[in-house]
């Protein structure tokens, strides 16, 4: 790989997708290879940080849900430090870079130091999630639209969401960070006026080995939380567009090691 593909002193925020490596775009692994330092989160797989180069540093900064490793101001002074030394920087973070990853943060304390930064997309969990159980986000004439929501809130503090614009019967709700907060979830959108039976689909570790499936609704959503979910990454997929068709079941690799339950 050549070295030309990430300037000295510069910084790429990528994003390495839900986990399997072969789900990476093109151009992110291109800009691993020739990174001489990466600062990854929690959520990057081992396989996916096996495509840096052997004389790359291999920096952990946690980033996931209550297991953070360091603050973001720390995250921020990392990456300008490493950039004003002149390393070919690469910020890896789980699914898009844009997408929940604190990004915005993380370029406003590199453009404060004049420190140069691009961007490189990559597939967010809920694209994952719904490929992997073989449904689309959306549907004509029945969801035209899509929302992404972090149900992710300090500690003590409550879920503060629009919820009567969540509760939208032509939406797909993708929750990300939901599993704590299932009970408010479901009892929220059911007092904002969404269907109980609306279907809810459950994805853990989508496109890994690991993955598990769950098919349940929004008024059995604590209860299917609690007892399905285990100490994975999860996204939680709220719709009629996610209700899987009878008798036809999606294929996905390595599906004869991954689990399905309906709940």
């Not at 007892?227 to 990454?233: H, I, K, N, V």
Request: with cysteine; hydrophobic share 45%; charged share 25%.
């Amino acid at each position: 790989m050549s070295d030309t593909m990430i300037e000295r002193g510069t910084v790429w925020l990528v994003g390495a997708g839900p986990g399997d490596p072969d789900l990476l775009t093109r151009k992110a692994e291109k800009l691993i290879q020739a990174a001489t330092v990466i600062f990854y989160d929690a959520l990057v797989g081992k396989d996916v940080l096996a495509l840096a180069p052997r004389q790359a540093r291999l920096v952990p900064v946690g980033k996931r849900s209550g297991r953070h490793s360091k603050d973001q101001r720390s995250i921020n002074e990392l990456l300008v430090e490493a950039a004003l030394a002149g390393d070919r920087v690469v910020r890896l973070k789980g699914g898009d870079a844009g997408i929940f990853g604190r990004a915005t943060e993380e370029a406003e304390a590199l453009v404060a130091h004049g420190i140069r930064y691009y961007i490189c997309p990559g597939i967010t969990a809920a694209s994952a999630a719904a490929a992997s159980a073989g449904v689309s986000l959306t549907v004509r004439g029945l969801a035209r639209k899509l929302v992404f929501v972090t149900a992710h809130a300090r500690a003590g503090e409550e879920l503060d969401l629009d919820w009567d614009a969540l509760a939208d019967p032509k939406a797909t709700l993708a929750i990300y960070m939901g599993k704590a907060a299932a009970a408010t979830i479901s009892r929220k959108l059911i007092r904002a006026g969404l269907a109980s039976d609306t279907p809810v689909l459950l994805i853990e570790n989508a496109s890994l080995k690991e993955e598990r499936q769950f098919s349940t609704r929004l008024d059995l959503l604590s209860i299917s939380a609690r007892a399905a979910l285990g100490d994975g990454p999860a996204v939680m997929l709220i719709g009629k567009a996610v209700r899987k068709p009878e008798n036809v079941r999606g294929f996905s690799v390595a599906s004869d090691q991954r689990h399905s339950l309906n709940i």
